[in-house]
């Protein structure tokens, strides 16, 4: 079964609007993360934010939020004020446990229009 | 502070061969993970070394080996190859197995032929 789903091969947005990427999750531990990363065309992994599932706040970095809905497992990304650097391929991710190997999802294409 | 480095960038190679990817780990850290990326794919955990030892390995086959080095840099070692193992690979580094934030090189392309 999948751990990682997303359903959005592809996204756009108007610069300057907000986006969310959706991303549900399946894992019958307690403890587990939930991370996005953003991948440019030059194909380096760039870490955007983090959630434990401990956590009672949403994780917010800059123009990054996370929407963490435990009991409906899912971990949607929002990106405010789109910019033309956000056009990337974005990757939710998952550790069960301790440790962090991770457990990608398929991703979903970002392209910002101006 | 020096990043991730990866080398090399792109790589062909022909089926059957052997091939090695190279990681230097962000100074500091000890742990690093090897990713396999296959094209429109998100990557996928092939193991990950922890003080020079293996420390949890991902649902790839043996001919998939690694080494890490006492500078903590890391090899990715691939015999036998097939047309399927035509990907990007990535490597990544934390501070420790248990720390969240992980940094990742650019990647190696490989094309087998």
């Known amino acids: 079964a999948q751990k990682i789903t997303q359903t959005q091969p592809g996204m756009f947005v108007q610069e300057k609007e907000a986006v969310t990427l959706d991303c549900t999750y399946d894992t019958s531990d307690q403890s587990y993360g939930l991370f996005w990363y953003k991948q440019p065309s030059s194909g380096e992994m760039i870490f955007l934010i983090y959630?434990?599932?401990?956590?009672?706040q949403n994780a917010t970095e800059g123009r990054y939020s996370l929407n963490f809905q435990k009991a409906r497992k899912s971990a949607n990304l929002v990106i405010s004020a789109s910019q033309l650097g956000d056009s990337a391929m974005y990757f939710c991710?998952?550790?069960?446990?301790?440790?962090?190997?991770?457990?990608f999802g398929a991703g979903t294409i970002l392209r910002v229009k101006s | 502070e020096t990043g991730v480095t990866q080398s090399p960038t792109h790589l062909i190679k022909t089926r059957g061969q052997q091939v090695t990817l190279r990681c230097s780990s962000q100074?500091?850290?000890?742990?690093v993970s090897w990713y396999q990326q296959a094209l429109g794919q998100g990557p996928q955990f092939i193991f990950q070394y922890y003080r020079e030892e293996e420390n949890g390995r991902g649902n790839f086959p043996p001919r998939f080996s690694g080494l890490q080095f006492p500078n903590y840099s890391s090899e990715l070692n691939v015999n036998a190859l097939e047309l399927d193992d035509s990907a990007l690979y990535l490597c990544a580094s934390s501070l420790e197995p248990a720390y969240n934030e992980q940094f990742f090189g650019p990647g190696t392309r490989l094309t087998v032929l």
């Open positions: 959630q434990g599932s401990y956590d009672e």
């Open positions: 100074s500091g850290h000890n742990t």
């Open positions: 991710a998952m550790r069960e446990g301790p440790g962090n190997k991770l457990v």
